[in-house]
């Protein structure tokens, strides 16, 4: 079964500044998706980023980019130019690249890490 | 275009009541998804429909959890009798389809609280 870890529960970083989010993941599947989402206290589950496994080139939105290393089953998320509209927790989450139903449809995600931005 | 809608958005009953939670999905979403977040923990997925067909319902309690998509759009999960641990947000998703290149877009769950 597929596991994702977020090692760090709380982060901080100053406005404008960068941080990074740590993630990584067991699978032994070879192909599949990785995202990154972001829960504010409304509660809403927002999609940030999304990286595919196949793709070799890092994906990037706008202030968002992934650090991605297949081998070591690493996936980074890099906030640039923080601002205070960031603050949240931010989840990673798995999915299979499977076609069809099952449990290769379902996302499996990590335990989060909560980000603070200070003005 | 409107986003998945649910209701209650919270919910206070004592163990061993019943309750129930209703989602509507994004319109034309063939894929609707039911998760529970505990408290400091990620989403877990508790059932899965396709239209409304189940695709995966292995971490559901079925002992006291249930869940049915009528005419495959609307859903909903019912919990009888609750317990103490069932105390969590309830999230619902859908997407256009299964495959994994579909996003899967979430409604602003439902905080349930059991006392």
């Known amino acids: 079964a597929q596991t994702v870890t977020q090692s760090q529960p709380e982060m901080s970083v100053q406005e404008a500044e960068t941080v990074t989010l740590s993630c990584t993941y067991d699978t032994s599947e070879s192909d599949y998706y990785l995202f990154w989402y972001k829960q504010p206290p409304s509660r809403q589950m927002i999609l940030v980023i999304r990286?595919?496994?196949?793709?070799?080139q890092n994906a990037t939105e706008n202030r968002f980019s992934v650090n991605f290393q297949k081998a070591a089953k690493s996936f980074s998320l890099k906030i640039s130019d923080s601002q205070l509209g960031d603050a949240a927790m931010y989840f990673c989450?798995?999915?299979?690249?499977?076609?069809?139903?099952?449990?290769?449809?379902?996302?499996?995600f990590g335990k989060g890490t909560k980000l603070s931005v200070k003005p | 275009e409107a986003g998945v809608a649910q209701s209650p958005r919270y919910k206070i009953i004592e163990k061993r009541q019943s309750v129930a939670f209703w989602c509507n999905p994004i319109s034309g979403h063939a894929t609707l998804y039911w998760y529970q977040q505990i408290l400091g923990q990620g989403p877990k997925l508790l059932i899965q429909?396709?239209?409304?067909?189940?695709?995966?319902d292995s971490q559901l309690p079925k002992d006291r959890f249930s869940a049915e998509r009528l005419k495959g759009v609307d859903s909903t999960l019912k919990i009888q009798p609750a317990k103490l641990e069932d105390s969590a947000v309830y999230l619902c998703?859908?997407?256009?389809?299964?495959?994994?290149?579909?996003?899967?877009?979430f409604g602003p769950g439902t905080r349930l609280t059991v006392t």
């Open positions: 989450a798995y999915r299979s690249r499977g076609l069809y139903g099952g449990s290769q449809g379902n996302l499996i």
């Open positions: 998703a859908s997407s256009p389809g299964v495959a994994p290149s579909y996003e899967q877009y």
């Open positions: 429909f396709q239209n409304n067909g189940v695709v995966d």
């Open positions: 990286q595919e496994a196949y793709k070799q």
